[in-house]
């Protein structure tokens, strides 16, 4: 791999402290944690345990590296026991933000369409690629149109089940494949080219984003006999990829 990425230019930030966790605002091209790979990826929790200097941070969940939005860290080990049990009873709600090629005619839809491995062979050559199978594991998700612009929507995702790529894979389902991805997204061979070439401009440029337009825009969960949310607004590289398309002909589901 010539040039794996380009170095993320947006650094984390906290937007929630919390006395048991913080609630950070992960940029894209991040990892959640540090992991051993080929080449160096910045990683939100090294960053913060250096930030604060609190070493026992850490992350009761996890964001794709090219996920932006809301990211949690536990502050001490009775909180991460917290979560834990929280995250087991699906008690903790996440919201995400997708722009995706496509306007459907639905405002609202809820998909409940099994998920495993689609499996090598055919047009798939990729392991990890996740389709909906008859004997996949159940998963569920709620959609939402926000807006619809020159023949993109953006879709609030509301996972009520954690599988693996779930909302990049039934959007894909749905035909409304989601900017930038590389695995679920219009052409199914970039992925094995952005491992060949690491992320060139004109993979880019095809693709129309350095990463997939997929954000963690809230999170929600109860602590202490109250719940507790926290909202991050559209990460910049997506509002702006949004605000350059075109506005609709009708202002039905439009957010202006």
Partial sequence: MTAPFF????????????????????????????????????????YMQAATGESILAPPHRL????????????????????????????????????????????RRTLDAPLGELGLGGRNKIVIRQAVIPDGRPAITDFRVVGQRGGHSLIEAYPRSGRLHQIRAHLSHLGLPMV???????????????????????????????????????????????????DIPLAADLQAYWDALPPPASKSFDIE
């Fill in 64 to 107: 794709d590296r090219e996920t932006s939005g809301a990211q949690l860290l536990t502050r001490d080990t009775d909180a991460a026991r917290k979560f834990f049990t929280l995250f087991k009873t699906h008690l903790v709600g996440k919201t995400y933000l997708a722009i995706v090629h496509g306007t459907p005619d639905w405002e």
């Fill in 7 to 46: 170095p993320p230019t947006e650094k984390p930030r906290i937007i929630v402290e919390h006395p048991d966790f913080y609630v950070v605002h992960k940029p894209a091209l991040w990892l959640t944690h540090a992991v051993r790979a080929r080449v160096e990826v910045p990683d939100v929790l090294s």
């Fill in 180 to 230: 930038g991805d590389k695995i679920y997204g219009r052409d199914p061979d970039v992925f094995l080219e952005f491992m060949e070439t690491g992320q060139t401009p004109e993979l880019t440029a095809r693709l129309g984003l350095a990463r997939q337009a997929l954000h963690a825009a809230r999170i929600a969960f109860p602590w202490d006999g109250a719940q507790f949310s926290a």
